[in-house]
Each structure stands twice: as structure tokens, then as C-alpha cells.
């Protein structure tokens, strides 16, 4: 069903592009996972780098507002070093879709926001080079709000983002995510991207 969705969605937008005066691209960059967590003792939570890459579509609306969807492959999860153990690595690896309204404050700079659907593809723990499939813990979708800011200069595109995890990833045995606030994802992006 999930799978239907994303298909739907992609095939929405190249319907769309189809008959505006759309602009398509890649882009990709480095991304800082953190993911929320109950107060766990004697655990320092860290950011995880990662890589995020795709492709974008910019239509526009009028001179100053743009629909601005992306399908990217993110790199998400956190560190945690433990006491006494080390530190653990949680790597979750999503098709991410975020569908944003754009502002041109500029000509050179514009700030957008909207909803992101993440679908996740693979999640995994690693501790001292062991990993731990824990794919099947986790829902399939969760949910965001992406906020950023880009520069253009030309066709090239500087972009810096915030996704705030809404929904959390993990399963509360049902197939549906758990209500308490943990284990939603949070990511920041830098990205270059080039439109054609």
C-alpha cells in the first residue's frame, strides 16, 4: 500500500511538471541525524553524518511562489556512547519526499517548508564493526516538516535544511508507531544541487 503511495506520488508530480514551466535536478550533500530518545542513563547521544542525494522538481505557481518536490535517498540514525560498552551506531536509511511551498525572497534567495513522507528502506545498530538488523522493529513510514533556506546562483543551488521527525519509526507491535516521544528522526542537510 505504502508502495502504491510513493508511485502515486511520483507519477503526480511528472504530471504536474508536464504542464507548468517545471525545472528538474540532482542534488546531494551531507546530512547530522539525531533521533529523540526517553532519558537513557549513562548515554551520550551524538549526531551522525551521513549522505543524502536525488532528485527535484521546482514548478512554479507565479513569480514568487514554487512547489518544490524532491525524491532523495537520506542516510539517517544517531550515536550513542555508552558507558562501559562504546559507542553504538543506528543507521537508518529512507526514500525520503518532501513536498514544500517556496518563497523567492530574492532573486538569489529563496526559503521554503512543508510535509516530508519518509519510507524507510533499511535500519541497522553497529558496534565494534557487528551489526544488527532492526528493520523489523520499525514502521515502514514516518512523517516530517522540512524548513529551509537556498541560494542560487544560476543553475546551481545551495541548500540548508531542517527535517523535524512528527512520527516516530518505531513499532508499537501493531504496525503503527508509538505515541511517546522517542525514536523520531531529526536530520539537517547541506546540499549542492544543479537544475537543467
Not at 59 to 65: H, I, K, R, T
Not at 183 to 195: A, C, D, E, P, Q
Request: net charge negative; aromatic share 10%; glycine share 12%.
Amino acid at each position: 500500500m505504502r508502495k502504491i503511495f510513493l508511485v502515486s506520488l511520483l507519477v503526480g508530480f511528472m504530471v504536474f511538471g508536464a504542464v507548468a514551466q517545471t525545472s528538474f535536478g540532482i542534488k546531494g550533500g551531507l546530512t547530522l541525524g539525531r533521533m529523540s530518545n526517553d532519558e537513557m542513563t549513562g548515554v551520550d547521544e551524538k549526531f551522525k553524518m551521513g549522505f543524502a542525494g536525488g532528485g527535484m522538481m521546482i514548478m512554479p505557481l507565479n513569480e514568487q511562489m514554487h512547489i518544490q518536490a524532491e525524491a532523495m535517498y537520506v542516510m539517517k540514525g544517531e550515536k550513542w556512547d555508552v558507558d562501559g560498552i562504546g559507542e553504538i551506531t543506528v543507521n537508518v536509511n529512507v526514500i525520503e519526499i518532501p513536498v514544500m511551498l517556496r518563497f523567492m525572497a530574492s532573486k538569489y534567495m529563496a526559503v521554503y517548508g512543508g510535509p516530508s513522507f519518509n519510507y524507510i528502506m533499511s535500519a541497522e545498530t553497529e558496534l565494534d564493526g557487528e551489526t544488527d538488523d532492526i528493520k523489523d522493529d520499525l514502521v515502514d513510514m514516518s512523517f516530517g516538516l522540512s524548513l529551509g533556506a537556498q541560494y542560487m546562483m544560476d543553475k546551481i543551488v545551495f541548500d540548508a535544511r531542517y527535517d523535524l521527525g512528527l512520527t516516530s519509526i518505531v513499532d508499537d507491535g501493531s504496525g503503527a508507531p508509538v505515541e511517546e516521544d522517542q525514536g523520531r528522526l531529526s536530520t539537517i542537510y547541506v546540499t549542492v544541487g544543479y537544475l537543467f
